[in-house]
């Protein structure tokens, strides 16, 4: 609990966070719309720690910290996931867009020949907590893989295969396209091993062409161009934060 005598006003943390004018949020707080560690805020003038306390408006939490950077990233084939290389590939630095003055690290990988959403930050505790397998964040992929894929094919991805190191149960799997020479298959999974899509796809005999990674959590590649990078929504950010309990 913010000290009443320190802190910020909530009215003036709800206006820097971009969520509505002073007045607008001093609105919403007589309306009873505001929480604060999950409690009603019902006067006005409330003090709060913007970097430790839980805001929510109508229920949907509001980042208001920002001494951090939070991107995301659709990363091109052929692009190593990682800040630097020392054999000099590409890698997501040498990106254009990708500002080399601060110092982000990616949170997650993809290998090299599979492109699609990765995320920047500075935030050392949220990209732990994005990648730690506890959390469970849900990351959506579209495969295009070789060969007619049939329900069969789908009914086994769907109940969950044994690779090499262990079990995989997918959250969804759906058959997007199918011809002869080629599927579109779209894979959802909590998974974070190294290339589960392939190897899945693999174990039932439908190796993988071209691989994209098209969500991580809430965050949608939408109309983010390859090679594109913009910063994460208020939105986006806040469900993020409650997914990893920041």
Excluded: W
Excluded at 101 to 107: A, D, I
Excluded at 228 to 234: A, E, G, I
């Amino acid at each position: 609990m913010t000290d009443v005598k320190q802190g910020v006003r909530l009215q003036k943390v709800l206006a820097q966070a971009g969520v509505a004018s002073r007045r607008a949020a001093e609105e919403m707080i007589d309306e009873g719309r505001v929480e604060v560690n999950g409690e009603i805020v019902i006067v006005q003038g409330r003090r709060v720690d913007p970097e430790h306390d839980e805001i929510r408006v109508d229920g949907s939490r509001i980042p208001t910290a920002r001494r951090h950077l939070y991107y995301v990233l659709n990363k091109p084939r052929g692009v190593v996931s990682t800040m630097d290389d020392p054999d000099g590939r590409a890698c997501l630095a040498d990106l254009e867009g990708v500002p080399n003055h601060e110092r982000l690290f990616h949170v997650g990988r993809l290998d090299t020949e599979t492109e699609g959403l990765i995320l920047l930050t500075n935030d050392g505790e949220f990209a732990h907590r994005m990648t730690h397998p506890s959390y469970k964040v849900l990351k959506s992929y579209l495969a295009e893989v070789e060969g007619f894929v049939d329900d069969k094919v789908i009914r086994r991805l769907t109940k969950g295969l044994t690779l090499e190191d262990g079990p995989v149960h997918p959250d969804s799997v759906r058959l997007v396209q199918a011809s002869e020479m080629k599927s579109l298959v779209e894979i959802s999974l909590h998974e974070g091993r190294n290339r589960i899509v392939r190897r899945m796809m693999d174990s039932v005999a439908h190796p993988v062409r071209r691989l994209s990674r098209t969500a991580i959590g809430p965050v949608r590649v939408g109309r983010l161009g390859v090679g594109d990078m913009r910063p994460l929504s208020r939105e986006e950010l806040g469900k993020l934060f409650d997914l990893v309990d920041l």
